[in-house]
């Protein structure tokens, strides 16, 4: 998992509870002497353990901390890849859009980065279907970052998100509508 992933949990955990939480996390993870540099790749462990133990900490679901933290990171991603989003794009083509230009430069920036795959099909001018492929089984984060989009480009209240299958597989299909 990339290290920007790890900083930006970090800074979530902290604005949304506090510090002690951020440190008992890293401590019962047996993370606590890990720095994240954020141009560098970690093992996903880590964040499996650090979602893991915030769940039992909190009591919330991890698929639905993930949602949360997926919505959270948008305005960070918006700002990280400004230079490859065109001004006219709005959540939709955002979706339609990620995996040739965001995704395909975390890729070239370093072998081991590995984003999911997004296959995205547009149904028709308000609807697409976006079909999630990772080992990871991260959908949850997807639907946030998804949901993120929409609250970002204040279409929040017109766009549903539906996913179609679990989103704790590794193929997660997500419907996306525009109403």
Not at 5 to 12: D, E, S, V
Not at 66 to 79: A, I, Q, T
Not at 82 to 110: C, F, N, S, Y
Request: proline content about 4%; cysteine-free; aromatic content about 8%.
């Amino acid at each position: 998992m990339h290290g920007s992933i790890f900083a930006l949990l970090k800074r979530y955990v902290q604005t949304q509870y506090d510090h002690s939480t951020w440190v008992t996390l890293t401590e019962l993870s047996g993370l606590e002497t890990m720095e994240y540099d954020a141009k560098e790749v970690y093992p996903d462990e880590h964040i499996y353990a650090l979602v893991g133990h915030a769940a039992e900490q909190t009591g919330i679901p991890a698929g639905e901390l993930h949602e949360k933290f997926g919505e959270y990171l948008v305005p960070d991603l918006m700002y990280m890849y400004q230079k490859l989003i065109k001004p006219e794009w709005k959540t939709l083509d955002m979706i339609e859009h990620t995996e040739g230009t965001m995704h395909a430069r975390v890729r070239q920036e370093h072998e081991h980065n590995a984003p999911p795959v997004l296959k995205v099909t547009r149904l028709n001018e308000n609807e697409l279907i976006v079909d999630y492929v990772s080992p990871r089984r991260m959908g949850g984060l997807a639907v946030g970052i998804i949901r993120g989009l929409a609250t970002f480009f204040d279409e929040a209240d017109r766009i549903d998100v539906m996913p179609t299958t679990s989103e704790e597989g590794e193929r997660v299909s997500i419907h996306v509508r525009r109403t």
